[in-house]
């Protein structure tokens, strides 16, 4: 048990190192080091419980005393480490609720505790039935807090994905799978506190193991995603999306009349004028959709109509602008290898406006259900 809590403790240190020793980069820019610090806070919390736990060999004096110190550094800490993560999502905009949550929570449970430490005519770190049903009640506390936190992050995560989708003519989505897999860590090991703080240590072990590793998932990848080149290319896809919802609300439209296009990606239920759509026919007819990382404000320049707008329009065909731009080229590599049987599979990719062949293959065969050679 003590070789354990040991570990821990080396772990969490080691952690806490790597995220003071980030690159000058990320103390410079105010979202990150923002959530570099509350990530920070939040492992520096759980050091401080495991160092608590191994110096003081609470384990040995009973489950109760454990629970009381866990609890007391566990819901801090979780709190300060989503906080971390909704940071970066929300580009430094946290919501009131959200950076009152795990303060309330944390406040009740302290206090919960301390009365029944109080009342139950016991010295502190004793065990007694009444700060048994407290440490109970506080863990449901911790775990409703959880839930509060699982369920903001998804949501944010849902957005910028949207963003992404809606800004660049690629997929994107590699970007945030940390923050996705994060956020399943972040709900899998709070269901495990509980089970990590209440049993005995015969099957502690086990647990424990989980645990480390999906901290260190945790804190590693998160280092890796703020000094990569990802936060700026989230924050101009959020940024233009942004834009494009206040231009909406500002009332800057078009005019209002069914557009006639004889295309299947221009519907007559468009609420683009005819002028305006025969824009974007013309712009798909000359080829503009195979300029290889064309973002979405850039092909509404070219096309010559405000990108809200388009925005507006491929929300009615229920397309995202991605979707849009691969749906148009692998249209146009259906036509090629028809027209150009001897192509490679790097030309075509690169005809068409796809970043490499590689990710040209996998969409086609997820379009198609085919790979470019079976199409032939």
């Given amino acids: 048990m003590e070789q354990m809590q040991f570990s821990a403790v080396m772990l969490l240190t080691l952690l806490l190192v790597k995220l003071l020793l980030m690159p000058n980069k990320v103390i410079m820019s105010t979202v990150m080091s923002r959530a570099r610090w509350l990530m920070t806070i939040g492992i520096a919390l759980l050091d401080v419980q495991f160092l608590l736990q191994y110096t003081l060999g609470l384990r040995a004096l009973g489950v109760t005393q454990a629970v009381l110190v866990n609890l007391s550094l566990f819901i801090p800490s979780s709190w300060t480490i989503s906080l971390a993560i909704i940071n970066l999502q929300?580009?430094?905009?946290?919501?009131?609720?959200?950076?009152?949550?795990?303060?309330?929570?944390?406040?009740?449970?302290?206090?919960?505790?301390?009365?029944?430490?109080?009342?139950?005519?016991?010295?502190?770190?004793?065990?007694?039935?009444?700060?048994?049903?407290?440490?109970?009640?506080?863990?449901?506390?911790?775990?409703?807090?959880?839930?509060?936190?699982?369920?903001?992050?998804?949501?944010?995560?849902?957005?910028?994905?949207?963003?992404?989708?809606?800004?660049y003519d690629h997929d994107m989505d590699y970007m945030l799978v940390w923050m996705k897999y994060s956020t399943v860590v972040l709900g899998i090991l709070a269901t495990m506190v509980p089970m990590l703080i209440f049993i005995q240590k015969q099957e502690l072990a086990f647990f424990a193991l989980i645990f480390f590793v999906g901290i260190f998932y945790l804190v590693d990848t998160f280092c890796n995603y703020i000094v990569s080149s990802a936060p700026k290319k989230m924050a101009k896809a959020e940024m233009s999306e942004e834009l494009g919802v206040r231009s909406?609300?500002?009332?800057?439209?078009?005019?209002?009349?069914?557009?006639?296009?004889?295309?299947?990606?221009?519907?007559?239920?468009?609420?683009?004028?005819?002028?305006?759509?025969?824009?974007?026919?013309?712009?798909?007819?000359?080829?503009?959709?195979?300029?290889?990382?064309?973002?979405?404000?850039?092909?509404?320049?070219?096309?010559?109509?405000?990108?809200?707008?388009?925005?507006?329009?491929?929300?009615?065909?229920g397309?995202?602008?991605?979707?849009?731009?691969?749906?148009?080229?692998?249209?146009?590599?259906?036509?090629?290898?028809?027209e150009h049987p001897q192509w490679t599979n790097e030309a075509i990719a690169q005809h068409c406006g796809f970043s490499d062949r590689s990710y040209f293959q996998k969409k086609f065969k997820e379009s198609t259900g085919m790979t470019p050679a079976e199409w032939e």
């Fill in 90 to 167: 929300r580009q430094g905009q946290v919501s009131i609720a959200d950076k009152l949550v795990g303060g309330i929570t944390w406040a009740l449970s302290l206090l919960i505790l301390g009365t029944a430490a109080a009342i139950d005519g016991q010295p502190l770190m004793s065990n007694s039935p009444e700060l048994h049903y407290a440490e109970i009640t506080a863990s449901i506390f911790y775990l409703t807090m959880q839930g509060h936190y699982a369920w903001r992050l998804m949501n944010n995560l849902r957005a910028m994905r949207q963003d992404l989708q809606n800004y």
């Fill in 248 to 317: 909406e609300e500002l009332g800057i439209k078009g005019e209002d009349s069914a557009a006639t296009p004889n295309s299947k990606l221009l519907t007559p239920n468009s609420t683009l004028s005819t002028h305006h759509a025969s824009l974007i026919e013309k712009w798909i007819e000359r080829g503009g959709f195979r300029h290889s990382g064309l973002t979405m404000p850039a092909a509404a320049e070219e096309i010559g109509i405000p990108r809200y707008q388009l925005s507006a329009w491929l929300k009615q065909q």
């Fill in 319 to 338: 397309l995202t602008y991605s979707t849009w731009m691969t749906d148009l080229r692998i249209e146009e590599a259906k036509r090629i290898i028809k």
